[in-house]
């Protein structure tokens, strides 16, 4: 979320304690937007959704944390979910054009792993190991969500034809491919940056890797929003 969503967030979060009879201050609204931003205003709702028809946690008025952990959800299903937009867009797309998806976690995923190129041309026997990697990463970042990401996963005639004066920029070829839910995609697009954490020494990935794993299995107790 960003101050755009602030006062749909405020509204929400508001009308979820009335229904616990309880007011919010603002210090309160604060605190709780701000533990939220990395979320968006769709998944904060769903969240909150989610735990008031929890009947073991939803007799409470929710906390930041428990939104977080609806959220969050099955991090091992949404991450299949999301190797299944990877691998369909590496058959379907290929490493050609560019692409983005509707979660920042998969660009970060994937930067992390070296661009879209290198991924999209996979070996099939390397393919098991990718697959794994990825969604170590992917279940790390919904741990502890991106900072940064980028807009978009540059394909390789885009990176080769902006290397030559001669190729005009802004060509319908030259436009990204979107993965998923097209609006998602598009706010994705527009929240993540240039180079993001393409910027990231990619020999970093297998430390930071075994760290996604330590983490999650610290949160999840041992198993995989």
Known sequence: MNDN?????????T?????????VSDSMLDLAFGALAPYSIED???????HIRNP????FPPKPADVIKH??????????????KVDRAIRCVGNYRSVVFDDPRIHAA???LGGWPKIATTDEKEYPFLRNNFLKLY????????EVYPRKLIGTCEHQNSSHETFGRGRSQDEPVMIGNPERAKRVYQGGGELGVAQINHEGAKEFLGLAVDH???????GAA
Do not use: C
């Open 5 to 13: 969503n602030r006062v749909e967030f405020q509204e929400v979060w």
């Open 15 to 23: 009308a979820t304690y009335a229904m616990y009879r309880q007011r």
């Open 44 to 50: 904060v709702r769903k969240g909150l959704t989610a």
């Open 56 to 59: 073991d946690t939803g007799q």
């Open 71 to 84: 959220i969050s959800g099955n991090s091992q299903s949404a991450g299949g979910e999301a190797w299944a």
């Open 110 to 112: 994937i930067e992390r």
């Open 139 to 146: 279940q790390g970042f919904t741990v502890q969500p991106p």
């Open 216 to 222: 999650q299995v610290q949160r999840l107790g041992g």
